[in-house]
């Protein structure tokens, strides 16, 4: 394993030799207890080829409370990432 490396903030396993890709998560509301150091933004490198379901296993949030946008739109969970990227969690919002 001397060719790999765990990045420290989302777990995820990447080569040392690979070009890691850099994107914006953007969490709001309740959800911004869940973010470094209690800001509401962060970067964070990824693996090229990582899709929004690798993320998801990579942050802890509740998979129940979150409604996802990535560049202002929905995305299925094996979608792709580029570099530059914006990832947003929205909370759930529910009535009655």
């Given at each position: 394993m001397e060719s790999q490396k765990r990045h420290c903030l989302?777990?995820?396993v990447?080569?040392?030799d690979s070009k890691l890709l850099q994107i914006n998560i953007k969490l709001y509301g309740e959800l911004k207890t869940y973010t470094p150091g209690d800001h509401?933004?962060?970067k964070m490198m990824i693996e090229p080829g990582a899709c929004l379901e690798d993320?998801?296993?990579a942050i802890a949030i509740p998979?129940?409370?979150?409604?996802?946008l990535i560049n202002?739109?929905?995305?299925?969970?094996?979608?792709k990432f580029v570099q530059g990227d914006t990832l947003v969690f929205l909370p759930e919002i529910s009535g009655g």
């Open positions: 989302t777990g995820l990447y080569r040392k509401t933004e962060f993320i998801l296993k998979h129940d409370r979150f409604v996802t202002g739109r929905r995305w299925k969970k094996t979608d």
